[in-house]
């Protein structure tokens, strides 16, 4: 796992060696039920349409979630964002099907 960081209103991401979260236990709550959600919905995703992906020269998807769209109702544009960046590689089983395999993010 890498972790980055974004100064505000910029738009270079730089990696950090250390993360700090200060919140409350609510908050805490809501972080763990997030990254649960992120969890399962990167992971259900299907992508059965190869072909359109590899008309664009990719065998590699990226998926991503955001706190804040999760959020929304209680998210203010001053609150930090996490992203959560899955990639995925298809390879083509024996019988044919595409599966999406679980790589690292570079």
């Known amino acids: ?3 980055y960081g974004e100064k505000k209103r910029g738009n270079k991401s730089f990696k950090i060696q250390d ?3 200060a919140c409350n236990l609510e908050e ?5 039920y997030f990254l ?9 995703e299907k992508y059965s349409d190869h072909d359109d992906i ?3 020269g990719e065998d590699k998807i990226v998926c991503h979630r955001h706190y804040c769209f999760w959020d929304k109702k209680n ?6 964002d996490i992203i959560v960046i899955t990639s995925f590689k298809a390879e083509i089983k024996e ?3 595409i599966e999406w395999v679980d790589i690292d993010n570079d």
């Open 75 to 80: 998210w203010e544009n001053e609150d930090s």
């Open 36 to 44: 649960s959600y992120a969890r399962v919905s990167l992971s259900g």
């Open 54 to 56: 590899v008309k664009l």
């Open 1 to 3: 796992m890498e972790l």
């Open 19 to 21: 993360l700090t979260i």
């Open 95 to 97: 019988n044919g099907e």
């Open 28 to 32: 805490l709550d809501k972080l763990i």
